[in-house]
């Protein structure tokens, strides 16, 4: 009885390391099974993550060709408004050349005690101030007929997100001050969606449309009239840089930041844009705006949104212009 009791005993052992075994493969059988599933949905991550880049590097070729093409027009614009502005109002004054480097006791003020770094990409875009700009009903057209088709202009996507910022604040029926000017796009983009288009900037506009109406810092220091909504596109960057033969002034953008609360109604909005990126100043063309400077920037207003911006732009090159709807307050 007793070795059939030790039988027995020895039976139910080799059944239960039978079942353990069958148990712990099993258990390999379900790791197995989500390692798999693991392997199949990081390979699946990895195509979206290829596809996403091969679209963004598709994207930024696009913008580059379209730079390329924008510049050619540019100069070749440029040089038949020079010969046009010879012919009418004489040999251009002469303007003295921006400064190439940053004097030593403005080095700590403009990269904040070493906190912003400075590169060089010294660039003269002075003007001579007897040769002002001149706008047209033509080219207004133009360009109403682009902005009809959705085609962006110079600065590429950030005219796609001004399109949804205005979707977003309707402008219709108000008055829109645009904040200095190369050619009267933004004025056309005013005037298609229903506003009214006044610009402000350094240097003298004629206006030979009625759609419009230009005025320079100088006359708005004497009329000083308050405007519903204002944009300023890729323009504050500057100021203060000296690129276009202003004075160097570390603070240029932040004075000129807090001169448009003045400009702007209360309650009224701004639409700014600037270059987003890792601070930094590309001296003395830009600065490029990061978790340093946006704040001192839009110190004051209430920000109601941003379009066009993502949190990795804040780490990047600077190449992303985003619009930042601010409210004065």
């Known amino acids: 009885?007793?070795?059939?009791?030790?039988?027995?005993?020895?039976?139910?052992?080799?059944?239960?390391?039978?079942?353990?075994?069958?148990?712990?493969?099993?258990?390999?059988?379900?790791?197995?099974?989500e390692i798999n599933e693991r392997y199949v949905s990081l390979i699946s991550i990895q195509d979206k993550l290829r596809t996403q880049a091969l679209s963004q590097v598709a994207k930024i070729n696009e913008l580059k060709a379209f730079n390329k093409a924008a510049i050619i027009k540019?100069?070749?614009m440029q040089w038949r408004h020079f010969s046009l502005s010879n012919e009418l109002f004489g040999p251009p004054n002469v303007s003295n050349s921006p400064p190439k480097e940053i004097p030593e006791n403005l080095m700590s003020d403009y990269t904040m005690n070493g906190k912003i770094p400075i590169e060089y990409n010294y660039l003269d875009a002075t003007y001579p101030n007897n040769w002002p700009l001149i706008y047209t009903d033509y080219e207004i057209d133009l360009y109403l007929d682009k902005i009809a088709r959705k085609e962006y202009f110079i600065y590429g996507m950030t005219d796609v997100w001004m399109?949804?910022?205005?979707?977003?604040?309707?402008?219709?029926?108000?008055?829109?001050?645009?904040?200095?000017?190369?050619?009267?796009?933004?004025?056309?983009?005013?005037?298609?969606?229903?506003?009214?288009?006044?610009?402000?900037?350094?240097?003298?506009?004629?206006?030979?449309?009625?759609r419009i109406s230009t005025m320079t810092i100088a006359d708005y220091d004497i009329l000083r009239p308050t405007f519903d909504i204002a944009w300023s596109i890729s323009s504050f960057e500057h100021d203060g840089l000296g690129m276009y033969g202003d004075p160097l002034d570390p603070e240029g953008d932040l004075k000129a930041m807090q001169k448009m609360k003045s400009i702007v109604k209360p309650g009224g909005l701004l639409f700014l844009s600037v270059p987003v990126g890792k601070d930094k100043i590309l001296f003395?063309?830009?600065?490029?705006?990061?978790?340093?400077?946006?704040?001192?920037?839009?110190?004051?207003?209430?920000?109601?949104?941003?379009?066009?911006l993502e949190p990795v732009h804040l780490e990047g090159p600077g190449h992303i212009q985003p619009i930042f709807i601010l409210k004065n307050i």
């Open 1 to 33: 009885m007793y070795n059939n009791f030790v039988i027995k005993r020895d039976n139910s052992k080799a059944y239960n390391s039978s079942s353990a075994q069958l148990s712990k493969n099993e258990k390999l059988k379900l790791e197995l099974k």
């Open 74 to 76: 540019m100069e070749l």
């Open 163 to 210: 399109w949804q910022a205005i979707e977003q604040f309707p402008i219709k029926g108000l008055s829109v001050v645009n904040m200095g000017s190369l050619t009267p796009w933004y004025e056309s983009n005013c005037i298609f969606h229903g506003a009214k288009s006044t610009t402000i900037d350094y240097n003298k506009i004629i206006t030979l449309s009625s």
């Open 284 to 308: 003395n063309n830009a600065r490029i705006y990061g978790n340093i400077r946006i704040p001192l920037l839009t110190k004051n207003w209430e920000l109601i949104t941003t379009i066009g």
